[in-house]
């Protein structure tokens, strides 16, 4: 798979600057999975992808997170608007992203919050892109489409433009008939509130 790396620059922005309110204010970025933190466990399935550079979005509980992922070779920007919902952080990473590499033709979203996902799964995004050029190619599950999802460089104007309340879902749907999906049932799988993490 390191070929792919070689022919086609692709990023990949993992988001985990949320404040999680829906888990009491405690940090979920730093919950347990296989004995590492949710946000160990997501770096390193990203940076075991083909998609670099890789770039971590922190935002609440920055100080905190950072401190699991210092060690890995993978970008760290903070998202001092993090409040401001997660097209923010989208944008903040993405700008990060284009300042390595200003020649990207496509990024992956990775939530830090899909514990299951794994770097297969987000290489068959990259595949799937490569076979088809497509300008989107997201995850189908449980009856939505949604991240991990790869947006091409033709999405990168629109992503700039997306307003504090949005995120990459809403460029999902506006341009679903152009949307590759790939079924990645792993992806409902995500940590909410107690009761999900429990329950998982």
């Known amino acids: 798979m390191n070929k792919l790396k070689d022919e086609l620059q692709i990023g990949l922005?993992?988001?985990?600057a949320g404040e999680s309110c829906r888990f009491g204010g405690e940090a979920k970025q730093l919950l347990k999975f296989n004995d590492k933190t949710f946000i160990r466990h997501s770096a390193e399935t990203a940076l075991a992808s083909v998609c670099a550079p890789v770039c971590v979005v922190l935002g609440a509980k920055a100080d905190e997170i950072w401190t699991e992922i210092s060690d890995l070779p993978l970008e760290i920007v903070i998202n001092e608007n993090w409040h401001n919902g997660m097209s923010s952080s989208l944008k903040t990473g993405l700008k990060k992203l284009l300042e390595i590499a200003p020649n990207m033709s496509a990024f992956v979203?990775?939530?830090?919050?899909?514990?299951?996902?794994n770097s297969m799964m987000l290489n068959?995004?990259?595949?799937?892109f490569q076979k088809t050029n497509a300008p989107v190619?997201?995850?189908?599950?449980?009856?939505?489409?949604?991240v991990p999802a790869l947006f091409a460089c033709s999405m990168f104007d629109e992503i700039f433009n997306l307003s504090a309340d949005t995120g990459a879902k809403q460029i999902i749907t506006k341009h679903l008939a152009a949307v590759r999906?790939?079924?990645?049932?792993e992806a409902e799988i995500d940590i909410d509130t107690k009761a999900d993490y429990e329950n998982f």
């Open 13 to 16: 922005i993992l988001l985990a």
């Open 109 to 117: 979203v990775q939530l830090c919050d899909q514990p299951l996902i």
């Open 124 to 128: 068959r995004l990259v595949k799937t």
């Open 137 to 146: 190619v997201a995850s189908e599950y449980a009856e939505t489409i949604g």
């Open 181 to 185: 999906k790939i079924s990645i049932p």
